[in-house]
């Protein structure tokens, strides 16, 4: 049984391997959390031997939110199946949720939906797509986002931010200078303070 649980979800086209370095930064200022990396529920069909959560194929802001609904229970088997695993199924407020890019998408409508009112949600490079009505929520969410993204606009990560503080969750926002759509080292840093905090650990 863990103390607490941080799933990894990554983004269109990459792996769960691609999330894991981010578990060993952390490790030391999260002591007795445990840490999971899940690879994409599909295969990238778009070529090559990365995983997706939904298909970003001929995507467009009309029928984005449609396939985030199609994802969610894949991703519900996903999350349900670690987080029993680890013995938190009646301790919610001990999971945390952090994405990159889709993978934001996904963990930010784990939370809207109502579906995952889990103790924390990270999200790099990526925005609120989720079809409303969204359920209001308390759960902390720290949104982090390059000024210099040339995949996810910041401008979207913003919008994520103000519709989230709406809805009723406590939104922290970093704007990372010069950063373009990637796992920053100033914002992981940040990321893991903002864990620590919420998931009450005392670094080592």
């Given at each position: ?12 086209g990459?792996?769960?391997?691609s ?10 200022s ?54 029993a ?13 952090v ?9 930010l ?83 893991g ?12």
């Open positions: 049984m863990s103390d607490a649980l941080v799933i990894l979800l990554h983004g269109v990459a792996s769960g391997a999330l894991a370095p981010l578990g060993r930064l952390w490790s030391d999260l002591p007795g959390v445990a840490f999971a990396a899940p690879d994409g529920a599909y295969p990238f069909d778009m070529g090559g031997a990365g995983r997706q959560w939904f298909s970003v194929a001929g995507v467009t802001p009309d029928n984005r939110a449609e396939r985030i609904v199609g994802a969610r229970a894949a991703l519900d088997e996903v999350l349900g199946g670690l987080i695993a680890h013995d938190l199924a009646d301790r919610l407020e001990r999971v945390a949720l994405g990159f890019s889709q993978g934001t998408i996904m963990a409508d784990a939370v809207v939906s109502g579906r995952w009112p889990v103790g924390a949600v990270v999200g790099f490079s990526g925005r609120l797509a989720s079809p409303e009505p969204w359920t209001p929520s308390e759960t902390p969410v720290l949104l982090v986002h390059g000024d210099a993204d040339p995949v996810i606009p910041i401008a979207e990560g913003q919008a994520a931010a103000a519709a989230l503080s709406e809805a009723g969750a406590t939104v922290e926002w970093a704007a990372i200078p010069g950063g373009r759509h990637e796992l920053h080292p100033a914002g992981a840093a940040t990321a303070r903002f864990l620590a905090r919420r998931l009450n650990t005392t670094p080592r």
